[in-house]
């Protein structure tokens, strides 16, 4: 059964920013036009820029460029903007701005009859991450009385093991782990949930699942944009951090885990972080040999020319901040022993997508390999594409129509398009009505963002002491060679570089 939802305030934190316009503010007006909302709820928008109410929603809403295209209707967006006031503040963690914050609250909770439940949203630079929640707590928002108070906490979660265990420390002094919500956007995906259904509401892909029938398992999380004007920002992160360390570790603990018991919080965040806890380490030399972390040149992609990364603005020209990675790795557990595992993303690649492919074992013996070579090459691979073109594609062999005994590999697909009609939910949306549900299923628990982070480091910790080489690859291509050669001694299997649709491949045949 659905939760319902109390009558609450959504308070976000940085309201003027990007990401309140880019995605906080449409979800949860989607939410609305969707009838999600409760019906006495309210949101608050703070910041330091000085806006009025009125101010406030013309800039989030009426002159929001990522509210247009969205076919609302006028009306509505009007009804909507009556739910949003605004808070502008002195400095973010102020005890003064937190006492003022909290006499508005209680103004609104009147007015809107929402009582005191609220949920502090941080859409702000991560410096105020753990500060903010303190100021709250210093005026009893993280407790209030006959209410509840939720805290979401936008990425990046810390910056290396370490910092990630000091902000929850800090976070967990003043708000209880139920109710503190570290949102990771790619657990919002239809098609990253739709990997937990896939493998555990069919009765023939489990038990298939495994060591036994398994070669090999590969990620892919390619963009063709570059760092375009915030090579300042990533610069400081790179994409080990950036798309690995969180979003793909995600995505691969939905493919990997062991079944839960029930489908809820508690049951499927323990089976993933007992399989953060079974990756095993790539220690001091492995580093070179397991991962490659590579930087762009200048190339032309489908957006256009685009110069090296070492010539965007506010990267340093000596930057050795990668903007690629590729890494084989494997997890010690039973159903996972020997399996090798492979995860790449990268910038300036030829095309924007993110897939999971499951490479499943020949069959022992290759009966038909007399009538042509063929039925050596031939793949059993199950494809899932994350993003664009959301779907599922299973690749087999299949008898050539003819003489003799010839194969060719066919493909069985299934598009999320063709499921509904309606629009698959934002990310956004579908997290946030958790949030107010109070459902952290697909939010990132506290220790399993240590683990994570407990596997990324020592990769880290190897690429500062420069114990592991930066290759380079140019823009528009698939990548550095270097990354080809994880895949040495592995018999008949490689990168898998996706096409623009999921079975656009010239090497299948549709059935
Ligand atoms: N943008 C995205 O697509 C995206 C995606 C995923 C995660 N995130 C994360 O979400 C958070 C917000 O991202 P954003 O892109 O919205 O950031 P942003 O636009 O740079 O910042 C949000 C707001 O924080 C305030 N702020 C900025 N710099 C500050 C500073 N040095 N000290 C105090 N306040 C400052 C500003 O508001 P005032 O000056 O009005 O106070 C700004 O409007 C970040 O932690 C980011 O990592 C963003």
């Known amino acids: 059964m659905a939760n319902p939802i109390d009558p609450h305030i959504l308070i976000i934190y940085g309201a003027s920013g990007d990401l309140a316009q880019r995605k906080l503010i449409p979800a949860v ?44 209707d006028e009306d509505q967006l009007k009804a909507f903007s009556e739910l949003l006031f605004y808070q502008d503040l002195k400095a973010y963690d102020g005890v003064e701005d937190a006492k003022k914050l ?6 609104l909770g009147e007015q809107f009859e ?6 502090f949203y941080l859409s702000t630079p991560p410096k105020l991450y753990s500060s903010i929640p303190k100021a709250l707590a210093e005026v009893g928002l993280n407790k209030p009385e006959n209410g509840w108070s939720r805290l979401v906490v936008e990425k990046p979660f810390g910056y290396d093991e370490k910092s990630a265990k000091q902000l929850n420390e800090e976070l967990q002094s003043v708000f209880r782990e139920n109710d503190i919500y570290r ?42 944009v570059g760092v375009g004007s915030r090579g300042g920002y990533y610069d400081e992160s790179g994409a080990l951090r950036d798309m690995i360390q ?13 079944p839960p018991i029930r489908a809820d919080a508690y049951s499927i965040r323990g089976e993933k972080m007992k399989l953060f806890q079974s990756l ?35 990267v340093p020209d000596d930057s050795m901040t990668e903007t690629y990675v590729a890494m084989k790795f494997f997890i010690d557990n039973w159903r996972w022993a020997g399996v090798p595992f492979f995860i790449r993303t990268g910038k300036c690649l ?33 494809i899932m594409r994350i993003q664009p ?17 010839r194969v060719k590999n066919v493909d069985m697909d299934f598009f999320y398009r063709d499921l509904t009609t309606k629009d698959v939910p934002e990310s956004y949306s579908r997290l946030l009505l958790d949030c107010m549900k109070g459902d952290p299923t697909l939010y990132a628990r506290g220790d399993s963002v240590e683990q994570a982070w407990a596997f990324v480091d020592p990769i880290l910790q190897a690429w500062e002491k420069n114990e592991a080489p930066l290759a380079r690859y140019t823009a528009g291509t698939w990548g550095p060679e270097e990354a080809d050669r994880l895949w040495d001694g592995i018999t008949g299997a490689s990168w898998r570089n996706p096409a623009e649709s999921l079975i656009d491949d010239k090497h299948y045949t549709k059935l």
């Open 29 to 72: 007006f989607d939410l609305y036009r969707g009838g999600y909302l409760p019906e006495k709820f309210a949101l608050l928008g703070a910041s330091r820029t000085d806006y009025t109410d009125e101010a406030f929603r013309e800039k989030v809403l009426f002159e929001n460029e990522f509210m247009q295209g969205n076919g609302y």
């Open 102 to 107: 909290k006499a508005k609250l209680e103004d």
């Open 114 to 119: 929402t009582g005191s439940n609220y949920i």
């Open 183 to 224: 949102i990771d956007h790619y657990l919002g995906k239809e098609t990253v949930q739709n990997l937990l259904v896939t493998r555990f509401a069919n009765g023939f892909f489990e038990p298939l699942w495994n060591r036994n029938y398994i070669q090999s398992v590969q990620i892919t999380a390619a963009e063709t």
């Open 246 to 258: 969180n979003h793909l570790l995600q995505v691969l603990a939905h493919v990997a885990m062991e």
């Open 280 to 314: 095993r380490a790539i220690t001091g030399e492995q580093v070179a040999q397991q991962v490659v972390r590579a930087q762009y040149d200048a190339g032309d992609t489908k957006d256009g020319h685009v110069e090296g990364y070492r010539e965007a603005e506010g």
């Open 350 to 382: 030829p095309l924007k997508v993110t897939e999971v492919v499951i490479t499943f074992k020949n069959p022992p013996q290759a009966l038909f390999s007399g009538y042509d070579d063929y039925a050596l090459k031939c793949d059993n691979q199950l």
């Open 389 to 405: 073109d959301e779907g599922m594609a299973l690749e087999f062999g299949m008898k050539v129509p003819g003489e003799g005994f």
